[in-house]
T-cell receptor, first 115, second 115 residues
C-alpha cells in the first residue's frame, strides 16, 4: 500500500526567507503526487501536481516542487515566503485504480511565518 | 472551494445522536469522495460514490457509518450513535472533470464535534 511521510510537523521561517517542505512517498509504480494547502478552518486548495513529464513542477502562489524518483521525494519549495503562506501543507499520493482515484495524505506540516 | 458545497459547516452532537453531513459536487458532476481528518492528522479516504452507487467503501468504518448519493439531491454521509472519537472534519471532494480522475476539488468541510 502507498504511504506518505512528511517528517517535519512544524516549521517556522521568517518572512522573505526561502522554504522547503519535505515529502517522501512509498508506492510501487509511478505515483501521482500533489501538494495541498489548508488555512485554518478551511478546506484544501491544490497548490500543484505531478503526473508525468518535467520533474520540476510549478504551482500557484509561487510554489514549486521537484519529483525525485531515486529519493522517492516530492519536496515543496518557495524562494521567498510571505506572511500569508502560514498554513498547513499536505503532500499526497494518488492512485488510479481504474474505477476510483484515492489520495493518501501525509500528516501535514504546519508552517509559521514570523515577521 | 465554491464548486463543491458542504453543509453544515459545523455540527455539534451529543454521544448517541445521529449526524448527517451533506455534499453537493459541482453541477452536473456525479462523482463524490468523502475524506475524514482527525485532529492533528492528514485526511483519510472513506468512500467513493457515483450517483446511486457505492464504488469503493474500503475506508469506511465497519459500523455506524454509511454513505449514499441518490439520483436527486446531495451525497449524504451518515453517522449513527456518534461517539467522541467521531469528532473530526469531514471533507467531500469531486473531480473537476466529473470522472474518476486524480485531481480532486475539496469542499470547505463539515466539522463535527461530539460532546
Amino acid at each position: 500500500a502507498q504511504s506518505v511521510t512528511q517528517p517535519d510537523i512544524h516549521i517556522t521561517v521568517s518572512e522573505g526567507a526561502s522554504l522547503e517542505l519535505r515529502c517522501n512517498y512509498s508506492y510501487g509504480a509511478t505515483p501521482y503526487l500533489f501538494w495541498y494547502v489548508q488555512s485554518p478552518g478551511q478546506g484544501l486548495q491544490l497548490l500543484l501536481k505531478y503526473f508525468s513529464g518535467d520533474t520540476l513542477v510549478q504551482g500557484i502562489k509561487g510554489f514549486e516542487a521537484e519529483f525525485k524518483r531515486s529519493q522517492s521525494s516530492f519536496n515543496l519549495r518557495k524562494p521567498s515566503v510571505h506572511w500569508s503562506d502560514a498554513a498547513e501543507y499536505f503532500c499526497a499520493v494518488g492512485i488510479n485504480t481504474g474505477t476510483a482515484s484515492k489520495l493518501t495524505f501525509g500528516t501535514g506540516t504546519r508552517l509559521q511565518v514570523t515577521l | 472551494n465554491a464548486g463543491v458545497m458542504q453543509n453544515p459547516r459545523h455540527l455539534v452532537r451529543r454521544r448517541g445522536q445521529e449526524a448527517r453531513l451533506r455534499c453537493s459536487p459541482m453541477k452536473g458532476h456525479s462523482h463524490v469522495y468523502w475524506y475524514r481528518q482527525l485532529p492533528e492528522e492528514g485526511l483519510k479516504f472513506m468512500v467513493y460514490l457515483q450517483k446511486e452507487n457505492i464504488i469503493d467503501e474500503s475506508g469506511m468504518p465497519k459500523e455506524r457509518f454509511s454513505a449514499e448519493f441518490p439520483k436527486e439531491g446531495p451525497s449524504i454521509l451518515r453517522i449513527q450513535q456518534v461517539v467522541r472519537g467521531d469528532s473530526a472534519a469531514y471533507f467531500c471532494a469531486s473531480p473537476p472533470g466529473g470522472s474518476g480522475a486524480n485531481v480532486l476539488t475539496f469542499g470547505a468541510g463539515s466539522r463535527l464535534t461530539v460532546l
